[in-house]
């Protein structure tokens, strides 16, 4: 992913821009032109070639000499264009200046290169928010190689993504807004984050983001208990609540230290070569659906254990049976050390 840098806009960017428009400029120019060479035309019987000429090195100031000599209308004409257009000169300059010095013009670059990465991206990530989970979700995501687009609104945060070593593709704006989503690609995306810090950001997200994409799988974080069934009945598939799983957390670590310890090693990546892996009915090679765990011989080909498995209904199972199928609508969970596991996709995947 290339970098993309964006200037920051002057406060007082919006009040300028109200006054200064490049449109304006441009259809100014073009309306003097108009009035030159009709101008030229009728007072002095130019034909149209001559006119354009006279108008236009009367609007460039250039100074070159007359197609012919100029009546005293023709010359009452010409000074009084030449004075309108001074002033239709200076704005024009002044206008293309504030575009460039306060932003517009970065920004328009900003968007154009968004457009180019997005429209060459599929099956990518959608993170809501760089704070603090973000931030982990990110560094997560860079881990394992994985295409991600960050969607921040913060001046400060998106500083900071712009500070990183890490060349991050972002979106400026807000999220409850579906032309920012659509920019960021939720179209084509294969899942969306929604790390947001505000309950009803979250909300108004995720409502935003399943109606853009149905198919979409969205993870959102919660705050509150109370938001949970919110979540879902906008659309969200999974919800994470921090400040819950982190009172479990330590809760569990008065009466079951050793367990907890060990489940926090094996999936600490940055510690440990072990991790899990699911494998999904429709991620299986034809020649492998429909049968059970003994006849894929997972443990013996690739070393890795499968310790859970989900039926059809979204039920789990620890450490299944050897003769439990695979069958449409089911996955297995599978532990493994890194090598183990690239085996199992490599053996168990359709690529």
């Not at 309306?31 to 001559?50: A, D, K, P, Q, T």
Request: charged share 20%; aromatic share 12%.
């Amino acid at each position: 992913m290339k970098r993309i840098w964006q200037n920051k806009f002057f406060n007082w960017y919006t009040l300028t821009n109200s006054y200064l428009s490049l449109r304006v400029a441009a259809s100014l120019v073009l309306l003097s032109f108009v009035i030159g060479i009709v101008g030229f035309m009728n007072i002095e019987g130019y034909s149209f070639l001559e006119a354009f000429y006279m108008t236009a090195i009367t609007i460039a100031t250039v100074g070159y000499t007359e197609v012919k000599p100029l009546s005293s209308n023709g010359q009452l004409f010409t000074a009084l264009y030449i004075i309108i257009n001074l002033g239709i000169f200076a704005y024009a300059l002044s206008a293309f200046t504030s575009y460039v010095a306060h932003g517009e013009f970065f920004r328009k670059m900003h968007n154009s290169f968004i457009e180019q990465q997005i429209s060459k991206m599929k099956d990518h990530i959608i993170l809501c928010g760089y704070g603090k989970y973000g931030k982990e979700v990110v560094a997560n995501f860079l881990h394992h190689d994985i295409d991600f687009i960050v969607i921040e609104r913060d001046e400060k945060k998106i500083a900071e993504i712009q500070e990183r070593e890490d060349k991050l593709l972002y979106v400026e704006g807000d999220t409850t807004h579906d032309d920012i989503l659509l920019l960021a690609g939720i179209e084509k995306a294969k899942a969306l984050i929604c790390a947001l810090g505000d309950d009803t950001e979250n909300v108004f997200t995720v409502l935003s983001a399943r109606q853009l994409n149905p198919k979409l799988n969205i993870i959102s974080r919660s705050l509150s208990p109370k938001t949970e069934s919110k979540l879902r009945m906008a659309g969200a598939d999974h919800i994470i609540m921090p400040e819950q799983i982190g009172g479990f957390y330590m809760a569990t670590l008065v009466s079951k230290p050793g367990a907890v310890d060990f489940f926090s090693f094996i999936t600490n990546e940055y510690e440990s070569d072990i991790g899990f892996e699911e494998i999904a009915y429709k991620d299986l090679p034809n020649k492998l659906k429909n049968k059970s765990i003994r006849e894929l011989r997972i443990r013996e080909l690739t070393g890795s254990n499968i310790i859970g498995f989900k039926n059809a209904i979204g039920k789990y199972s620890v450490n299944p049976s050897p003769d439990t199928i695979f069958s449409a609508g089911t996955s297995f969970i599978v532990l493994g050390n890194e090598k183990q596991l690239e085996a199992l996709c490599k053996n168990f995947k359709v690529s």
